[in-house]
């Protein structure tokens, strides 16, 4: 094994430390952090947070940014649980939950990769109009969803496993083989690395930030569903800001470079439980509500820096190799 994939294994293998680290700091100040039934909370908590952030993941690896994902989740539920509320059929509701979380993609799509509109303020202003959207389009300020379909989506078991946990893990194997067996993948990873470059290789930074986009779309339908499932109640506020940074900051933590060009589907995964045993492990010891953000701000400072840190020292590795 060379140099470089060792220090690219210690990279990617760096959240399973953290993870593990939290664990064990967590569980010797209070003990009922580790109680089985309580870490089964934990896993269950980090699925939606889980999927969120894999359409996260393929936005950032691509050097871009998706700011309306939380609040795009809160329109969708409300959307389909509008329809389901009026009788509609599930296959309906969720058609027309996936229709509306694929235009909000598309035209994220549009703004970034037609226009070549900063990645940041195209989907912070997406995100202001989506937040409109759900308050006008929500009719009552609470819709209690009692589908026979959702309830096993979200809170079945089979074989003794959560459901939410099979369907995460099967998301995640498909994501793990489309970004590193297709060219799809490799397009997303090499238009990251150098957008130059990867146009002088023929790809073709529009179209694929434009799929990039639909699919985070995508994902935010996927994660409504699972949410609705999980709780059987839907409210204006069931994505929004707070859900949006437990994404965002799951991929980081995961490992996926801000700056594009890095990134795995494990990391996310990782980065998805890491967030939720410590907002889990926060609320267990009785910390403020409020200081649970100050945490997890704390958290993604720290990522940042680190994945600052990695790209600069990459970048010096690659001028020395040269």
Request: hydrophobic fraction near 60%; glycine fraction near 12%.
């Amino acid at each position: 094994m060379t140099a470089e994939r060792r220090r690219r294994l210690l990279v990617e293998l760096l959240p399973v430390f953290l993870l593990v680290a939290l664990f064990a700091v967590f569980a010797a100040v209070e003990s009922r952090i580790a109680d089985p039934a309580n870490l089964r909370n934990v896993v269950l908590q980090a699925t939606p947070i889980a999927v969120l952030a894999l359409g996260a993941f393929v936005v950032l690896v691509s050097g871009g940014i998706d700011l309306s994902t939380g609040f795009s989740v809160a329109l969708v539920a409300v959307v389909v649980g509008n329809a389901l509320v009026a009788d509609r059929p599930l296959v309906w509701a969720a058609g027309l939950g996936l229709l509306v979380a694929a235009s909000i993609g598309l035209a994220n799509g549009v703004l970034v990769g037609v226009l070549r509109l900063p990645a940041f303020i195209a989907t912070l202003g997406t995100m202001t109009v989506v937040q409109g959207l759900t308050l006008f389009v929500a009719t009552s300020g609470l819709l209690v969803i009692d589908d026979p379909v959702l309830n096993a989506l979200g809170r079945r078991e089979l074989a003794g496993i959560p459901v939410p946990v099979l369907l995460v893990v099967a998301i995640g194997g498909l994501m793990w083989v489309l970004m590193r067996q297709t060219r799809f993948g490799l397009r997303t990873y090499a238009i990251g690395s150098d957008a130059e470059k990867a146009v002088l290789s023929g790809v073709s930074p529009v179209r694929q930030q434009v799929l990039l986009y639909l699919l985070s779309g995508i994902f935010v339908w996927a994660t409504a569903l699972l949410l609705i499932g999980r709780i059987g109640l839907v409210q204006t506020n069931i994505g929004g800001v707070s859900l949006l940074l437990d994404a965002i900051a799951a991929a980081v933590i995961g490992g996926t470079s801000i700056f594009g060009g890095r990134g795995t589907v494990g990391g996310v995964l990782v980065g998805a439980l890491i967030i939720s045993l410590l907002t889990n492990a926060l609320q267990v010891l009785g910390v403020d509500p409020s200081a649970i953000n100050l945490y997890k701000g704390v958290i993604i400072i720290g990522a940042l820096i680190a994945d600052a840190v990695l790209r600069r020292v990459y970048t010096r590795t690659l001028r020395s190799a040269g």
